[in-house]
């Protein structure tokens, strides 16, 4: 069971020297107690959130501590069981980590679910049909509460939270504005996903000419914009939207490696009389039936679209990760582990 360990915490930007490969043995049958499942992974997500655990300092969760398996949720199949309610070769997603195996106490409510992979396929529980895609799901719907013929804008478009958001919102009549870095991105989530208009950040590295490229893709203003980045996208956000727009604060990727991602203007909260809010998904359990009965049904009738950039095998996954904090990544980022 080759498994990932956090080996030292990044100073500013992670390196591959952060993580440590080991082999532990892989756990038998006979191994498990009572209650105990073993899973052998097929996928593993990997998530900006990531990137805070790996620091010391407490955030809303506790940083991850040294010589231990990164973190990480997982979608695999039963190997192994004594619980009565998982049998061998049921499909499941849980919070397995960077390894190739693990040993989940499946008393613990919600630690592992079982999933349906009929019209689904396994991977989508990790990203459209999964925590990203409940976050999407409670950022909007919950918070920014879209109306038919708003608009709504979203950073990261092309991502995992960033695509479901925007699809989300187009099924419910808004024009939907995404912001992605490059022409590739931005092209895909008009072209595919079916956004109305796209800015490209990279395209427009300067805040004036941003704003510019923004207003344009916007003309009646912004009622509700869905944060994931920070910085010189917000800013320019800010300037655009509507009184009593609402902003749902999901995301500040731009900062996450201890860059300064300072607010310029934010005299404009009070100006445009905004409702800014910030949420953390896995303390909104309540939302999961609902969320998931729309994503689910959406994906599995094709009305939700998905990307996924696939690492190959274990060994990559730190590669893969640094790639997605830089925007290497195009769409879900995921490690096929078989
Ligand atoms: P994505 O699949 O969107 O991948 C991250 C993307 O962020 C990159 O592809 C890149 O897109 C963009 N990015 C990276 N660095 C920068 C930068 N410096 N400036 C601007 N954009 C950047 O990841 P997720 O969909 O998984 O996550 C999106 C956001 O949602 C993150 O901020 C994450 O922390 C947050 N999140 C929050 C949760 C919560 O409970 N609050 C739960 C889950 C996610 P591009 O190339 O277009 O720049």
Not at 111 to 125: C, E, G, M, R, W
Not at 241 to 251: K, S
Request: charged residues 20%; neutral net charge; aromatic residues 8%.
């Amino acid at each position: 069971n080759h498994q990932l360990l956090l080996a030292s915490r990044p100073q500013g930007e992670v390196t591959p020297d952060n993580f440590r490969m080991v082999e532990a043995p892989v756990p038998s049958a006979d191994d498990l107690a009572d209650g105990q499942v073993l899973v052998r992974h097929h996928y593993l997500s990997l998530d900006p959130y990531m990137r805070g655990r790996m620091n010391d300092s407490k955030s809303y969760a506790e940083p991850q501590p040294l010589d231990t398996v990164m973190i990480g949720g997982t979608v695999g199949e039963v190997v192994a069981s004594k619980h009565p309610k998982f049998a061998v070769g049921d499909k499941v997603v849980g919070m397995g980590g960077w390894q190739e195996y693990s040993v989940v106490d499946a008393t613990e409510r919600g630690l592992l679910n079982k999933v349906d992979t009929t019209h689904i396929p396994l991977s989508a529980y990790l990203g459209s049909v999964g925590m990203p895609g409940v976050t999407a799901w409670y950022g909007l719907i919950k918070i920014i509460q879209p109306k038919a013929g708003e608009t709504v804008v979203v950073s990261a478009a092309s991502g995992a939270v960033g695509s479901v958001v925007g699809q989300l919102a187009k099924a419910r009549g808004c024009r939907v504005v995404g912001v992605a870095g490059g022409a590739e991105k931005c092209r895909y989530v008009v072209d595919e996903l079916g956004f109305d208009a796209c800015v490209d950040y990279k395209a427009n590295p300067d805040p004036k000419s941003f704003y510019k490229a923004l207003k344009e893709a916007t003309p009646n203003g912004i009622d509700g914009y869905f944060e994931n980045v920070g910085g010189m996208v917000l800013d320019a956000v800010l300037a655009r939207m509507n009184a009593f727009g609402r902003i749902a604060v999901c995301g500040m990727i731009a900062g996450y490696n201890g860059e300064p991602t300072p607010m310029q203007n934010p005299a404009l909260i009070l100006v445009n009389r905004l409702k800014v809010e910030g949420f953390i998904v896995s303390e909104h359990p309540e939302v999961w039936p609902e969320a998931m009965t729309e994503l689910g049904g959406m994906v599995a009738t094709g009305k939700m679209k998905f990307r996924e950039s696939v690492a190959q095998g274990l060994s990559a996954a730190p590669e893969a990760f640094m790639g997605l904090l830089k925007g290497r990544n195009f769409g879900k980022q995921l490690v096929k582990l078989i």
